[in-house]
């Protein structure tokens, strides 16, 4: 059986890495000022550019119902079924869209990947994997269930103004860690986004002491795939996560760079690892 792993365009994975676990991705819409465009169309820097200009986060919307029944449908005609893989469900209500389209069709399965960017791609992964060893797609789909409480998605922010324009944290909140340089771990939890520890300093600083925490506090990963995923970043920061799991053991090291749906939420200076623990 030939089938098709799916997750959207918040997936955050780079064109060649899609493409090399045949991914199918459906862009969500993203608005800056009175045009429209596609997640994927645009990068990191244009939205960066844009809020520095106007003082205004783009727009993301659901992905609706008819898009999703369309774009199964395609999928359909070259694949014998089909894996799609959501943003979770306690961050946008697009899984509802996606579900609802999946009912009227057959072969279609939606999973709930209770995460958001390179977490998405953990389990799209896992999936392909499946797939190539011929296991039928409800086991697929209800194995990727089982193992979205296992992936370990956090990040670590610079700033929290985009999160306080978004509507994600009260702005007084913001300001008062900006002032006194709190760098704060974002962790998904439970599908939901919440605060985890609490960093002090220059930023590089932080980043290294968070990749630090985040390994000693997951000791039993899944070693096959990492990600360190971002919409801003330098090379300290990068580097020292990249040797922080090769001496952790992780055979598969991915770097990828958020998209603009991600990224209008996180705002600059954003980093993560995300990896699935046993």
Known sequence: MKIAVSAESTVDLTKELAEKFDINI???????????????????KDIFDFVAKTNILPK???INEETYENYFKELLKKYDAVIHVCLSSKISSSIKNATNAAKKLKNVYIVDSESLST????????????????????????????????????????KLKYLAKGGRCSSVLAFGANLLSIRPQIVLKDGKMGVGKKYLGKFDKCVCKYVDDTLSANPNPDLDHAFITYTSSNDIQVNYAKEALKKAGFV???????????????????????????
């Open 26 to 44: 459906i862009p969500y819409p993203v608005i800056m000022g009175d045009k429209e465009y596609l997640d994927g169309e645009i990068t990191s």
């Open 60 to 62: 993301t919307s659901a």
């Open 119 to 158: 977490g998405i791609a953990l389990l799209c992964i896992k999936a392909r994997e499946m797939a190539e060893k011929n296991i039928e797609p409800q086991i697929i789909a209800t194995t990727l269930s089982e193992l979205s409480n296992k992936v370990q998605a956090s990040f670590v922010l610079e």
């Open 252 to 278: 598969n090291i991915y770097e990828t760079e958020a998209h603009a749906t991600i990224t209008s939420h996180c705002g600059p200076n954003t980093i993560g690892i995300l990896f699935i623990n046993k």
